[in-house]
């Protein structure tokens, strides 16, 4: 059962903002599930991404009950981009031994939240299509 671009948005905002509490308050706890180090450059980098989630959580809480649209579906478009990007780069990294196995609890959300924002992408755009 395909998630509404409302749920999917609401979910990803909690998300986004669970997730920037702890890579910005302790990012050694998720460095340290993911099997790598934690020292300054990494707690430097992890801040900043934090404030990435934030945007992103902001973006998504404020977009949430936006009627289909060009908009709604080049946000949904990047960050389907995104999510399989960083499926991937995360992967990888578990291959290539820079990471641990707990990595891949990121790829399978990052797999899982790009596949619900696709369907709800493809239902935007069937839907604008049916519209014309």
């Keep these: 059962m395909p998630l509404s671009f409302r749920?999917?948005?609401?979910?990803?905002?909690?998300?986004?903002?669970?997730?920037?509490?702890?890579?910005?308050?302790?990012?050694?706890?998720m460095l340290s599930i993911w099997g790598v180090a934690y020292?300054?450059?990494?707690?430097?980098?992890?801040?900043?991404?934090?404030?990435?989630?934030?945007?992103?959580?902001?973006?998504?809480?404020l977009a949430r009950h936006a009627p289909p649209s060009i908009a709604r579906t080049a946000m949904?478009?990047?960050?389907?981009?995104?999510?399989?990007?960083?499926?991937?780069?995360?992967?990888?990294e578990w291959l290539n031994g820079r990471a641990g196995p707990g990595i891949l609890l990121a790829v399978?959300?990052?797999?899982?939240?790009?596949a619900a924002f696709l369907q709800t992408r493809r239902d935007c755009v069937e839907l604008s299509q049916s519209v014309d």
């Design 7 to 29: 749920t999917l948005a609401t979910l990803t905002t909690a998300l986004c903002f669970v997730l920037a509490l702890i890579w910005g308050l302790i990012p050694e706890f």
């Design 39 to 61: 020292d300054n450059t990494a707690g430097l980098m992890a801040r900043r991404g934090a404030m990435l989630f934030v945007t992103l959580g902001v973006m998504f809480f």
């Design 76 to 92: 949904s478009s990047g960050v389907v981009i995104g999510l399989f990007g960083l499926a991937v780069l995360g992967f990888s």
């Design 108 to 114: 399978v959300v990052e797999i899982a939240l790009g």
